[in-house]
């Protein structure tokens, strides 16, 4: 059993950056795929960014490409996800996610993800 705890959100102006840690504990870490996914009001949760469990390959949505970077270290047991040239429509709350390496997941597909964290509030005013 994996437990996540998202930390590093808050309010920011629009251009700015904040960077997302993502804590795990309880399991091996380099055993799982992480995923990064955010639910704004009004909307559908959606998928953000992913990086496999080795951390040798990584996977965005459209609208975060160039802007978003995500990265682990297994050794801290801790996936990022460093956040450029925030918008306005970048608000919402960002969750990160587990999904098993040997359940061959699809990382862009949240319902493969077995383990989740509780959530961080980013808000970026325009």
């Known amino acids: 059993q994996v437990q996540l705890a998202e930390s590093g959100g808050g309010l920011v102006q629009a251009g700015g950056s904040l960077r997302l840690s993502c804590a795990a504990s309880g399991g091996a870490f380099s055993n799982y795929h992480m995923g990064w996914f955010r639910h704004a009001p009004g909307k559908e949760r959606e998928f953000v960014a992913a990086?496999?469990?080795?951390?040798?390959?990584?996977r965005y949505a459209d609208s975060v490409k160039g802007r978003f970077t995500t990265s682990r270290d297994n050794a801290k047991n801790t996936v990022y996800l460093q956040m450029n040239s925030l918008k306005p429509e970048d608000t919402a709350v960002y969750y990160c996610?587990?999904?098993?390496?040997?359940?061959?997941?699809?990382?862009?597909?949240?319902?493969?993800?077995?383990?989740w964290g509780q959530g961080t509030q980013v808000t970026v005013s325009s």
């Open positions: 990086i496999i469990w080795s951390g040798g390959s990584s």
């Open positions: 996610a587990a999904c098993s390496r040997w359940a061959r997941c699809t990382t862009t597909d949240q319902y493969e993800y077995n383990y």
